[in-house]
Nanobody, 119 residues
Framework: QVHVVESGGGLVQAGGSLRLSCAAS????????MGWYRQAPGKQRELVAV???????EYADSVKDRFAISRDNAKNTVYLQMNSLKPEDTAVYYC?????????????WGQGTQVTVSS
């Protein structure tokens, strides 16, 4: 079993910054990708950013040039640096870890961390 724990959420004013962290632990075989998703009230969960084992990244258009995802492979940890935050970034942010065992891919989710941006 793989455990995923997020930290770093909180309340910030518009224009401010926050840094989220996510650590995966447990019986890890091979992590393929780690990423961040978010879900605002009344909306579906959406991809924010993802980083693959080769270092390639993908961002939602709404956060490009403001957010940066990075990863420490040795620690199985992923970070999300969020700058120039806007009220519409308010959501619960979830960390996702994708693990591959042979041909089977497993997804593990954290419990989520609240990010609130005040105007």
């Amino acid at each position: 079993q793989v455990h995923v724990v997020e930290s770093g959420g909180g309340l910030v004013q518009a224009g401010g910054s926050l840094r989220l962290s996510c650590a995966a632990s447990g019986n890890i075989f091979s992590i393929n990708a780690m990423g961040w998703y978010r879900q605002a009230p009344g909306k579906q969960r959406e991809l924010v950013a993802v980083i693959v084992s080769d270092g390639s990244t993908e961002y939602a258009d709404s956060v490009k040039d403001r957010f940066a995802i990075s990863r420490d492979n040795a620690k199985n940890t992923v970070y999300l640096q969020m700058n120039s935050l806007k009220p519409e970034d308010t959501a619960v942010y979830y960390c996702n870890t994708q693990e591959k065992r042979g041909l089977v891919q497993y997804n593990y989710w954290g419990q989520g961390t609240q990010v609130t941006v005040s105007s």
